[in-house]
């Protein structure tokens, strides 16, 4: 994956980025990330990656990617994770469990958050943060991925 860059974006693949803030920038990265995920989905009909550290599947689902739509928008560096997802939800490692803290994640019993390396995006960020999901069945509790977020690299 060949990355270039200028004043005003990040070029992957056939894709530029904006890095800019105004309104027109997030619906560029929205539009991006979701073509990220079509692309994911059409590789992985069943919509699941195995991962290692939590030896069971990470799901991917319609409201867990809406809401990596809008944490990756956010940021030109998340928007770029998203190429990175394959790798990320089989390499993610958790750090630790929490409760649901908002009403869209009121589904969940609770929340793993766990992050992942990714050299590749390196000086542009070094780690990348997942939450996924736990689901509220007690017997078929399954693991979705709820977010994206790039990490800013230590200074």
Known sequence: ?????SDVNVYIEDYAIPKGMEKADLKARENI?????????????LKRKRNIDLNDFIYLRFDGMQETVNKAARSYKSTMAVFELDFILA?????ETDKPKSKRQEKFAEM???TAETPMFFPYFSKVKMLVGITKQKKNAKKIQYSISAIEPMV
């Open 1 to 5: 994956m060949t990355i270039t860059e």
């Open 112 to 114: 793993v958050i766990m």
């Open 33 to 45: 990330v979701w073509a990220m995920l079509g692309k994911w989905l059409s590789v992985n009909p």
């Open 91 to 95: 390499n993610a490692t958790k750090i």
